[in-house]
């Protein structure tokens, strides 16, 4: 890992964008991710996630600054507007 | 008529989501329940298909999809029109009741079997072919060559679905064992069949009570559409079924085929396909309203067209 200071992206969308996503971030240049199935409420009303088609995702990525802003760009520009999307950083300190 | 209780198992789910029960069903006992079903339908189907020749079956497969593109087609006009919906929306809408839904047919399967009355096996083969058609008629509508669709991902995601996939899968395995080969299987396909369509049935109850609170805000006309256009539908079947001399049994399951709407492919592939139309339109009026109706009124009504239109009477 560079010396830069690292951020975890997390992205919080629904569940029938987690392929499509995971190739967008891929292509962008993360390196790894991690992908958990979550439930809750927001703009787009509650999201019980008891089916696949009700549910969200928390997709997590951990890099420098410059790959989060080119993620959370691309993914501003083709997915905020149809579609159940939650994006921010958080600084994180590497151990390892 | 006699009645049929994995229905009842449906009502229980409404109730526990609508009095706030604690019941929940995992996502992942959601997810196994869901493929044994697509499996034992596939595999029943296949077993019962390799008596039949099958180029004859497929052949009446191509009539049966080609007047179900009515569907959409007739729906989209009236969501637009009566419903005064936008295009994304009534196009998303018209491609889930163009579509079918597999729990429906399995309810008719079931009803057939308390009503004592045989069908022909292979209907499951047009299970799989109705499946896909809708949707693509539904994008379609939706943007009428303008806008870009991405095709690949949406073909994929219909083709290599689980539905699709397990039943299309569970047909070839049914079809290549045969009576004898599936034996071994069927204690656990065959026979524990509507016990776990009934689990089904009870989770199914339980999202649409979370949908059921929603239909007051769909407003009336999505309420009135969600019952007469499977009926609409369903005449159609009944006249096709007739047509293709298919038997009362095969007619009713042709019919509720016609009738049911999706709820499980066609969400998805509208999603991805139209991202703009609201989920909650669709999803709303396919199984908070139609899928209800469905299996409490319109397949024992179907059942009574059938019998009608084969003069057998009331």
């Not at chain 1, 691309?74 to 579609?83: I, Q």
């Not at chain 2, 079903?37 to 099958?54: D, E, R």
């Not at chain 2, 018209?94 to 057939?112: C, D, K, N, P, R």
């Not at chain 2, 058609?133 to 995601?157: F, M, T």
Request: charged share 15%; net charge neutral; aromatic share 10%.
């Amino acid at each position: 890992m560079s010396d830069q200071p690292m951020f975890l992206l997390t992205i919080i969308s629904e569940s029938v964008l987690e392929d499509t996503l995971i190739d967008e971030i891929g292509a962008l240049g993360a390196l790894g991710y991690t992908v958990s199935d979550v439930r809750g409420r927001g703009h787009h009303g509650l999201r019980r996630g008891n089916w696949r088609k009700d549910s969200n995702i928390r997709l997590e990525v951990v890099g420098d600054q410059a790959l989060c802003d080119r993620i959370v760009a691309r993914l501003k520009e083709a997915y905020d507007r149809d579609y159940g999307l939650l994006m921010f950083t958080s600084p994180v300190d590497l151990r390892n | 008529m006699s009645f049929e209780p994995v229905v009842l198992f449906f009502l229980l789910g409404v109730l526990a989501g609508l009095l706030r029960s604690d019941l929940k069903i995992p996502g992942s006992i959601y997810d196994a329940l869901s493929i044994y079903l697509l499996l034992a339908i596939g595999l029943q189907g296949g077993v019962k298909l390799a008596s039949y020749p099958l180029a004859a079956v497929l052949l009446d497969g191509l009539i049966i999809v080609a007047a179900a593109c009515v569907i959409p087609l007739v729906a989209f006009p009236l969501l637009r029109s009566l419903g005064h919906l936008g295009r994304a929306d009534s196009a998303s809408i018209a491609a889930h009741y163009g579509s079918v839904s597999v729990v429906t047919f399995s309810v008719g399967v079931t009803f057939l079997g308390q009503e004592l009355q045989d069908y022909e096996g292979y209907m499951v083969v047009f299970l799989v072919l109705l499946e896909m058609p809708a949707l693509v008629i539904g994008i379609l509508l939706a943007r009428y060559g303008q806008g870009k669709v991405s095709w690949g991902r949406l073909l994929h995601e219909v083709f290599f679905g689980k539905s699709i996939y397990l039943l299309t899968g569970g047909l070839i395995i049914g079809y290549i064992a045969g009576p004898g080969g599936i034996e071994p299987l069927d204690k656990l396909f065959f026979d524990l069949f509507k016990g776990i369509l009934a689990l089904f049935l009870l989770e199914m109850g339980l999202v649409a009570a979370g949908r059921l609170a929603d239909v007051r805000s769909y407003g009336a006309f999505l309420v009135a559409f969600g019952v007469v256009m499977p009926l609409i539908a369903a005449l159609g079947g009944t006249l096709v079924g007739v047509m293709l001399g298919l038997s009362v049994g095969g007619t009713l399951l042709l019919s509720t085929l016609y009738a049911s709407a999706s709820y499980i492919a066609a969400p998805a592939a509208m999603r991805i396909a139209v991202p703009e139309a609201n989920p909650a339109l669709s999803i709303g009026a396919s199984l908070g309203v139609t899928f209800p109706f469905n299996i409490f009124f319109g397949i024992p009504i179907y059942y009574w067209m059938a019998r009608y239109a084969h003069g057998i009477g009331m």
